[in-house]
């Protein structure tokens, strides 16, 4: 069975400068999905990076990038230029090719940011 | 399109009463997932629709549970004889049938049995 670890339960970072949260995986598949989502207080979960494990190239959105060692199933997200309206919960997940959509996640990353 | 909805937001209900959820997925989206989140840890898949066909079912989906998605639009998840376990995030989301394209997340429905 897949697991999905973030080892750190919680963060803090301040504004304008660059976190990185980690996630570790374990599978033994070879073709997968990776995202990142972000869940702000009290609003719903929205898609901030997706990474397919065949690329080697590193996803980036905007400020948004990962680092994907898929050796070491590790999955990092980077934030810079960190924003007040980025203090919210991060989760990391895994999808399995063929697996029907369905997304197993960590438990979480709450990251905030200070002004 | 306004995006996954779920109704309602919040429910309050006593122990052993039924509930029933409501979850209505972006219209051209023919995959819709129903997750349950408690305090402190990531969404858990329950169940998953592809169009009216309820696919896969989690073993945390006990004979308590049922979903059901009638001509594979919107959704309704229903516990019966609720205990104070089952106290948690219920979370809607769908997707189209490429894979790896991410879901799109309801807001939730916060259940509380006191």
């Known amino acids: 069975a897949q697991t999905v670890t973030q080892s750190q339960p919680e963060m803090s970072v301040q504004e304008a400068e660059t976190v990185t949260l980690s996630c570790t995986y374990d ?7 990776l995202f990142w ?4 207080p009290s609003r719903q979960m929205i898609l901030v990076i997706r990474q397919e494990a065949y690329k080697q190239q590193n996803a980036t959105e905007n400020r948004f990038s990962v680092n994907f060692q898929k050796a070491a199933k590790s999955f990092s997200l980077k934030i810079s230029d960190s924003q007040l309206g980025d203090t919210a919960m991060y989760f990391c997940a895994f999808m399995k090719l063929g697996s029907q959509g369905n997304l197993i996640f960590g438990k979480g990353t ?3 940011v200070k002004p | 399109d306004t995006g996954v909805s779920q109704n309602p ?4 209900t006593k122990r052993g009463q039924n509930v029933t959820f409501r979850c209505d997925p972006i219209s051209e989206h023919n995959r819709l ?4 989140q408690t305090l402190g840890q990531g969404p858990e898949f329950l169940t998953y629709f592809q169009n009216e066909a309820q696919l896969e079912k989690s073993r945390l989906l006990s004979d308590r549970f049922s979903a ?7 959704s309704t998840l229903e516990i019966q004889r609720t205990e104070q376990g089952d106290s948690a995030m219920y979370l809607c989301a769908s997707s189209l049938a490429s894979l790896g394209t991410g879901y799109t997340f309801g807001s939730g429905t916060r259940l509380t049995v006191v």
Request: cysteine-free; charged content about 30%.
């Open chain 2, 68 to 74: 059901e998605r009638p001509k594979g639009s919107f």
């Open chain 2, 9 to 12: 937001r919040h429910k309050i």
């Open chain 1, 27 to 33: 599978t033994s598949e070879s073709n997968y999905y």
């Open chain 1, 110 to 112: 709450k990251l905030s």
């Open chain 2, 33 to 36: 997932y129903w997750y349950r």
């Open chain 1, 37 to 40: 989502y972000k869940q702000p």
